[in-house]
């Protein structure tokens, strides 16, 4: 059943109370620990056509670039095994974000690749099947809107590139950008704490990276591999049907119709505190997952520190995911091994990854 009158419901739940990184958990999801687990979310990666223009996207956003990690073109063997792809030359910017939240930083990867051949994925829409948004809380997101429209750095796909309020409040901004690659960014406002809703607390957003997002086509069958094999927990009901104009307005979008699934995540560089991960269904956007490689421009990946990643990447094959890596797992230089696979919905890219034992 389609309601627009559930927009309390879901205005509430999946635009402002859903991006706590504190929210409470509904299920738990336990594996023993022969088995492996996941840690946390840590991290987004994004593969784009022009590195320095999107450092400098990321920075107009409220990003640092880490000078640490180098940002030179090399062959790097490791990402060429990870990636299912050689002969290539890339270089990354590693670029953050404070979490006040937690007091960790939130890392957004940044990679450009050169030597191959390579789909530009730049032009999808905010519900195509597997695309990813994260979302990020900013002291004033009117400020900051208009400081990205000025510097030409706004790529707004909102009604009228504005920012949304829901109904019938003033407070609250939010709306989706993208960066120059097409990934999409949520913008919103940080809040204080508010009263709880049927006993769900409302806790404060504070400034940085509260969720991550992926468009499904089919929410049970992607809770199967997020919720039951990487073990996040339900923070709410899964929402019914809803559409309407504010849910239109925020994404650029005319008719749609979706419903939400909320889990959250220990955050990987503070456990504890939660990230939530967002899945989002469109009931009447269903079409087959344009094929596309990590390698292609406009294409994301998330990733999952684990600990036992052998026997949890065992168990993920065995759910129905897919191994990127063509040799298998891949050890970095400082010890830390990692293995990308695809999820068995809409093969979305999830890097996991384990660090060397002190």
Known sequence: MVTRNASRFAVVIAFISGFSLSAPALSQNAPAPAQGKVVGLAFVGRTVGDLDRSVAYYEAIGFKQDPAANSDWRRDEVVEGLYGASGFTTRMAKMYVDNKASGARFVVYLRQLKGLKQKNMSNHTAWEPGATHFGIAVPDARALWGQLQASGHLRARSWGGKLIFPPGQTQGALAYATDPDGLDVEIFDQRPALPPIDGRPRPALLPGVSHVGVVTLDIAKARGFYEG????????????????????????????????????????????????????????????????????????????????????????IAAGAKPVSTSGIMTMRSGTREIMVRDPDVGGFVLLYEHPKK
């Open 229 to 316: 094999l990487l073990g996040g927990q339900a923070t709410s009901k899964e929402s019914p049907w809803v559409q309407g104009d504010f849910y239109d307005s925020a994404t650029g979008g005319h008719g749609n119709i979706l419903r939400f699934c909320f889990l959250s995540f220990p955050e990987a560089a503070a456990p504890a505190s939660r990230l939530n991960f967002e899945l989002v269904e469109y009931q009447n956007r269903k079409k087959p997952v344009e094929p596309h490689n990590i390698t292609d421009i406009g294409v994301a990946y998330v990733g999952f520190e684990v600990q036992g990643l052998d026997a949890f990447l065992a168990r993920a």
